[in-house]
């Protein structure tokens, strides 16, 4: 009995041994996939680049009809804010046509589904970190009528991409369109060309991960902020529609990498009102970041994938995520 119980000991030491090794070496696995997924979508927006001589829009927005006609003057009465994502455009690109042309490129909220993988719904394994966690599922319903393929990764979308208000508009995706909103300082939204990238391809930031776990941010959601949205549900890779299509699409430098909420709803140093809350809501959904350790992978305009850690100053990361600052960054990861 002795010996079985040393046995069992020796047996559950080695484990203990063994495990981290094992949980790190999947966890290397893990990043490696998120790598080549992530390289696989900047290539795709190069693709698009070298056929269209421009990237894709980062959203559409326009009014439009149930006709697919685009308001222009008069009466908005049948018209809805609607649009196609970044990932609509780069679907050709990646092995997708067969959905992209199931799409209906006139009225993009014809694509929202109630059926598990039908259009918008479809999982694309390429869009999604393997370390990312969506407790809904994968894909998950939004509502009762509504299911969408979720995305783990982000379109560079400047210094400051959301609020719609807000966006500054000096990334490499925006929002484009006749009804497209902006910061009041900032250009107008256009497709932007690689020759405008100024700061040097392999200096700028083409796409980047965002995770989806956030406590915290998740209380505010339960008090009825966020648009009744948790953290996980801020990832559909088509929002067909709507200001807050951008809070799902693109990433920038408003805030350092793997930012998370600072405090719980009705915490220590919380907002007490949710216009206060929105500052710390843009920033969150804005942020760069994954659940890999210490930083998160980044493709950049060169089509090359690196990791940023998220020890990098936000300034610097600004830097990355603005095609024509002027100001060339030297010393990168």
């Not at 050709?92 to 959905?99: C, H, Q, R, S």
């Not at 199931?102 to 999604?128: E, F, G, Q, W």
């Not at 009041?184 to 980047?208: E, Q, W």
């Not at 430098?253 to 929105?278: D, E, I, L, M």
Request: glycine fraction near 10%; include cysteine.
């Amino acid at each position: 009995m002795v010996e079985l119980l040393v046995t069992i000991a020796i047996i559950g030491l080695l484990l203990a041994i063994l495990m981290p090794g094992v949980q790190s070496a999947r966890e290397t696995a893990r990043r490696m996939k998120c790598a080549s997924n992530l390289r696989q979508v900047g290539l795709a927006a190069l693709y698009h680049h070298e056929a269209k001589k421009t990237l894709p829009p980062g959203y559409t927005q326009d009014r439009i009809n149930a006709a697919g006609q685009v308001w222009k003057a008069g009466s908005t009465s049948g018209y809805s804010f609607q649009g196609h994502s970044v990932f609509y455009f780069l679907l050709p690109f990646m092995e997708e046509k067969g959905l992209f042309d199931k799409m209906d490129a006139r009225v993009p909220l014809n694509n929202r589904s109630a059926v598990s993988n039908a259009k918008a719904a479809a999982a694309l394994p390429v869009m999604i970190c393997p370390t990312d966690v969506f407790p809904e599922g994968n894909p998950h319903q939004y509502s009762s009528t509504e299911w969408y393929g979720v995305t783990s990764y982000r379109a560079n979308g400047g210094s400051r991409p959301f609020f719609a208000t807000s966006s500054t508009n000096d990334g490499l995706f925006m929002a484009t369109g006749s009804q497209a909103r902006k910061a009041a300082t900032a250009p107008s939204g256009a497709t932007v060309r690689l020759k405008n990238v100024i700061d040097g391809s392999s200096k700028t930031l083409l796409f980047a991960e965002s995770a989806h776990v956030d406590e915290n941010f998740d209380t505010f959601t339960t008090a009825g902020w966020n648009s009744g949205s948790t953290i996980s549900t801020w990832a559909r890779w088509y929002p067909a529609g709507g200001d807050n299509g951008l809070g799902n699409l693109l990433c920038g430098g408003f805030a350092p990498v793997n930012y998370t909420t600072p405090f719980r709803h009705g915490g220590p140093g919380a907002p007490t009102s949710q216009s206060q809350w929105f500052v710390y809501q843009d920033q969150r959904l804005n942020a760069i970041g994954s659940l890999h350790r210490n930083g998160a992978n980044g493709v950049f305009a060169d089509g090359s994938v690196r990791f940023i850690p998220d020890s990098m100053p936000q300034a610097m990361l600004s830097l990355l995520c603005t095609r024509a600052d002027g100001q060339q960054i030297q010393d990168l990861p």
